[in-house]
């Protein structure tokens, strides 16, 4: 199975900040690697496609990088309504496996 | 817009049984590979199980391999994942997801479901 690192767990921010969050694959995975964004007590909603497409409707702010076994979102200029978790996903093979998450919390 | 609604969870005995559906509003559901994913309370997203669009290919979960079962009804938008055999530890919200953006031969996940809540307990 790829194991999906994330990294930090949790991160601490203020709102204007621009932050980048990192994930690394156990192994090599492509671009076959998508980002999530989870708010309490609601569903994940999708960001971010192929490592660096935005779905439909994610604003710009949000962007994706990477490819093989090390990626990254950065999210600039942070408002409240993006402090939440964020997720990355492998689906590459399977079984398709999730990062542990990352939360962000307003400082 | 799309909508996937999901439906049939509930409160259920270890070693009990229920079904879960889910029915998407849209037009092309039967183009789409659709998942199951799964988050116990307070924890992470865990995938669960994967149906191709024309439910010929089945893919699952070590954790759920022989007591989970997905379908899909494509004349009726549906999927539905089968469970029996239940654990304590399979106490989570249950999503379901489609898989509308491809590329490269693989497809990744689009709208996600509202979740039903799986509870198991004595």
């Known amino acids: 199975d790829i194991q999906m690192t994330q990294s930090p767990s949790s991160l601490s921010v203020s709102v204007g900040d621009r932050v980048t969050i990192t994930c690394r694959a156990s192994q090599g995975i492509s671009s076959y690697l998508a980002w999530f964004q989870q708010k309490p007590g609601k569903a994940p909603k999708s960001l971010i496609y192929a490592a660096s497409t935005l779905q439909s409707g994610v604003p710009s702010k949000f962007s994706g990088s990477g490819s093989g076994t090390d990626f990254t979102l950065t999210i600039d200029s942070l408002q409240p309504e993006d402090f939440a978790t964020y997720y990355c996903?492998?689906?590459?093979?399977?079984?398709?496996?999730f990062g542990q998450g990352t939360r962000l919390e307003i400082k | 817009e799309v909508q996937l609604l999901e439906s049939g969870g509930g409160l259920v005995q270890p070693g009990g049984s229920l079904r879960l559906s889910c029915e998407d509003s849209?037009?092309?559901?039967?183009?789409?590979?659709m998942s199951w994913v799964r988050q116990a309370p307070g924890k992470g997203l865990e995938w669960v199980s994967t149906i191709s669009d024309s439910g010929s290919g089945t893919y699952y979960a070590d954790s759920v391999k022989g007591r989970f079962t997905i379908s899909r009804d494509n004349s009726k938008n549906t999927i539905y994942l089968q469970i029996s055999s239940l654990r304590v530890e399979d106490t989570a919200v249950y999503y379901c997801v489609d898989h509308r953006y491809c590329h490269g031969g693989r497809c990744s996940t689009g709208f996600w479901g509202q979740g039903t809540l799986l509870t198991v307990a004595s």
């Open positions: 849209g037009f092309t559901f039967d183009s789409y590979a």
């Open positions: 996903q492998q689906y590459y093979s399977y079984p398709i496996t």
